[in-house]
């Protein structure tokens, strides 16, 4: 089992940084393909950006590409959502996943049933 522990998240105004952590234990996930996903409320669930195990492969929603970079540290078992720019409808909670190996090609990374583990959230507010 992984557990995964997001942090980072609060309250900024627009335009501003932050950057969201995600620290797993239980497992060392250098072999796994990570990803973000937020919830907003009152809206569906939607995929935000996913990285591959080597950190070769990144992947965006077109809301956020340009501003938001994942990348991940394989010593320290963390994975980073560094968000510039920030704007209100980026406000939601953010959730972080993991894909253990193997791949698995049928369930493209920027979906939810990649993902086998989630964290609790952690919620980002952007004030206007």
């Known amino acids: 089992q992984v557990q995964l522990v997001e942090s980072g998240g609060g309250l900024v105004q627009a335009g501003d940084s932050l950057t969201l952590s995600c620290v797993a234990s239980?497992?060392?996930?250098?072999?796994?393909?990570m990803g973000w996903f937020r919830q907003a409320p009152g809206k569906e669930r939607e995929f935000v950006s996913a990285?591959?195990?080597?950190?070769?492969?990144?992947y965006y929603a077109d809301s956020v590409k340009g501003r938001f970079t994942i990348s991940r540290d394989s010593a320290k078992n963390t994975v980073y959502l560094q968000m510039n720019s920030l704007k209100p409808e980026d406000t939601a909670v953010y959730y972080c996943?993991?894909?253990?190996?193997?791949?698995?090609?049928?369930?493209?990374?920027?979906?939810?049933?990649?993902?086998?583990?989630w964290g609790q959230g952690t919620q980002v507010t952007v004030s206007s």
């Open positions: 996943v993991a894909e253990p190996p193997p791949r698995r090609p049928a369930r493209a990374p920027t979906t939810s049933d990649a993902y086998d583990y």
């Open positions: 990285i591959s195990w080597s950190g070769g492969n990144t």
């Open positions: 239980g497992r060392t996930i250098s072999s796994y393909a």
